[in-house]
């Protein structure tokens, strides 16, 4: 197995100056990164990126726990963001959880043995002591359901605004019985949906109807 000290002897540098090029830190000549490169190609070498990112505490990934990636709403963002990381020099862990804390829980514990450098949480997990616990001192983002943990970073749509519009759109079209597919009601976002679509109705003096 081909070590950095096989690519400095090969370029006629230090072993301190390969390990500088290969993290891009500090300034190097033109001349001795065309070694170090020319070195690196013959000698094929790979650097230990297990040992580089323990050194550096560094993985360079993230981790993105999601309930359903058949859903297109889920499946577009997970895209973008993984774009961006992508553009970034970063690789994405993914981690479908099918709408199961238990699961959720089990991928919490992998991510963490993998020493991700951030996580971006779409949580199905109401336990907040259990996320602050778990999530202590870690970087996070949590998209469309908030936890409400303490300085916690949340992207959300307005989930109430967003469905009482979508009913106010069917009653003035004439609509009297409407219906709504939210979700589950355990998560943050079919709470929020069905309040928003029974203030829809109640503001429009429509009885709430629960057959529909």
Do not use: W
């Not at 000698?43 to 297109?72: C, F």
């Not at 971006?120 to 409400?148: C, M």
């Amino acid at each position: 197995m081909v070590k950095i000290l096989d690519v400095a002897r090969k370029a006629r540098v230090s072993k301190a100056t390969v390990s500088r090029f290969i993290n891009n830190k500090g300034f190097i000549s033109i001349e001795l990164q065309n070694r170090i490169k020319e070195a690196i190609n013959e000698l094929d070498y790979r650097p230990n990126l297990i040992a580089r990112s323990l050194k550096i505490r560094k993985t360079y990934s993230i981790g993105i726990i999601y309930p359903d990636i058949e859903d297109p709403f889920f499946s577009r963002i997970i895209k973008k963001i993984e774009d961006t990381a992508y553009e970034n020099n970063y690789s994405v862990i993914l981690c479908n959880t099918e709408y199961d804390s238990l699961k959720e829980k089990i991928y919490f514990d992998v991510l963490k043995r993998k020493m991700v450098d951030g996580y971006i949480i779409f949580t199905t997990i109401n336990d907040v002591d259990y996320l602050a616990s778990v999530l202590k001192n870690e970087n996070v983002v949590f998209l469309d359901r908030s936890p409400k943990l303490e300085k916690e970073v949340f992207i959300k749509l307005n989930n109430i605004k967003s469905i009482k519009l979508a009913v106010e759109y069917l009653i003035n079209l004439g609509h009297k019985r409407i219906g709504i597919i939210m979700g589950p009601m355990k998560i943050t976002t079919g709470i929020e949906r069905f309040k928003g679509y029974k203030m829809s109705l109640l503001e429009n003096n429509i009885e709430f109807d629960k057959k529909l």
